[in-house]
T-cell receptor, first 111, second 115 residues
């Protein structure tokens, strides 16, 4: 079973920030939070990951709560090309651990 | 990042036949995986392709149906055997890089339709 819970779908206006929530209440101390997205008809694309601290890269920011039981992916200025299914995944940091996908959130960016 | 190519990109096959999908990476990677994505569904891990040894299959997937090879650090194949319409899916190759084991990358997928 997936270790994360995400809303099935969300809408966001173009140019506005998109905030995608994820609950992972059973996360353990050595597990990272990963975010991927899948644009229609393409393979999943890595976005960002974190363990405890908030992270930011050129694509997005990841905010992890202090108790690590939930996180939020922030796309600061959503564009139409950000319309995709966004997957929040919890994975052990070990080299052999597997990436297991849940159902994700379909983000629809509206013009 | 790793650049991953898959062949074929798509195919239409008759039931009872087999199809071999190739995955080529532009650099040496430590781990290679095969996923399946059925229509309208999320990704499901089929197996981990191990270099020089038998693949490690997830629950519900068996070697006779999905034989996998990985002869070196940059190449793997997945065969879908004795196909039925239920095998119609997107099959995706995924890798973890030798130098960046925390991040996993995905190929573009192979779209398979079985009639």
């Amino acid at each position: 079973d997936a270790k994360t819970t995400q809303p099935t779908s969300m809408d966001c206006a173009e140019g506005r920030a998109a905030n995608l929530p994820c609950n992972h209440s059973t996360i353990s101390g050595n597990e990272y939070v990963y975010w991927y997205r899948q644009i229609h008809s393409q393979g999943p694309q890595y976005i960002i990951h974190g363990l405890k601290n908030n992270e930011t890269n050129e694509m997005a920011s990841l905010i992890i709560t202090e108790d690590r039981k939930s996180s939020t992916l922030i796309l600061p200025h959503a564009t139409l090309r950000d319309t995709a299914v966004y997957y929040c995944i919890v994975r052990d940091g070990g080299a052999t651990n597997k990436l297991i996908f849940g159902t994700g959130t379909l983000l629809a960016v509206q013009p | 990042s790793a650049v991953i190519s898959q062949k074929p990109s798509r195919d239409i096959c008759q039931r009872g036949t087999s199809l071999t999908i190739q995955c080529q990476v532009d650099s040496q990677v430590t781990m290679m995986f095969w996923y399946r994505q059925q229509p309208g569904q999320s990704l499901t891990l089929i197996a981990t392709a191990n270099q020089g040894s038998e693949a490690t299959y997830e629950s519900g997937f068996v070697i006779d149906k999905f034989p996998i090879s990985r002869p070196n650090l940059t190449f793997s194949t997945l065969t879908v055997s004795n196909m039925s319409p239920e095998d119609s899916s997107i099959y995706l190759c995924s890798v973890r890089h030798l130098l960046n084991r925390e991040t996993q990358y995905f190929g573009p997928g192979t779209r398979l339709l079985v009639l």
